[in-house]
């Protein structure tokens, strides 16, 4: 499996274990941010899906042209969870947990930590072969234990947010990992 940095098109490192943004931050900063051809680079979505995603008020509204550390995440975020769910399900979801999307005094998360977390979570899952249920609950409870302070609120409502989008990730490798082998299969029938 060659392993990728959940939402974008990066290849994994071990420096993405610790934390998958750090990957990605160095470029926003020496940049002022990510012009829509790099973002589409980065994440491999179109850029009017991108433009959007604004529209419909799922990631907040560019100042310039260039995309910022909040907007990034937020499209790392709705593109890892894409593949499983729909959209105004994913946009419900993120809502659930940081509420309205301009507004930062109501995150129960730094979206930069949910997405480090959630990512360190899917490698840890995917080195152990862990995607059982229990064991999904328990790297996530592990996890938040080690991010209390910065969470404003360690509680059921996160946990909960959490098992869903680590378990839509993997849906949606497993989804595709399925229409690899059936068009395999329809491609030997064709023959």
Known sequence: MSRIIPGTTLKF?????????????????????LTLSQLSKLTG?????????IKRGWVSATKSKKYS?????????????????KLDDI????????GDVEDTSDD????ILLYNIL??????????????????????????????????S???KLNKAMFVMIMAYRSAYLKAEMEKTLTVILDEMQS
Do not use: H
């Open 69 to 85: 550390e909040k907007q990034v995440l937020r499209i790392l975020l709705i593109n890892m969870l894409r593949g499983a769910m």
């Open 154 to 156: 360690v509680d059921n």
């Open 119 to 152: 990512c360190r979570i899917i490698f840890t899952a995917e080195d152990e072969g862990a995607f059982d249920t229990d064991s999904v609950r328990n790297l996530i409870s592990r996890e938040l234990m080690d991010y209390s302070k910065e969470i404003r």
């Open 91 to 98: 946009a419900g979801l993120m809502k659930y947990i940081n």
């Open 13 to 33: 490192s071990e420096q993405a274990r610790v934390s998958a943004f750090s990957v990605i931050s160095p470029v926003l900063e020496a940049t002022g941010g």
């Open 108 to 111: 129960i998360i730094d979206d």
């Open 45 to 53: 979505l179109e850029g009017t899906t991108i433009q959007n995603w």
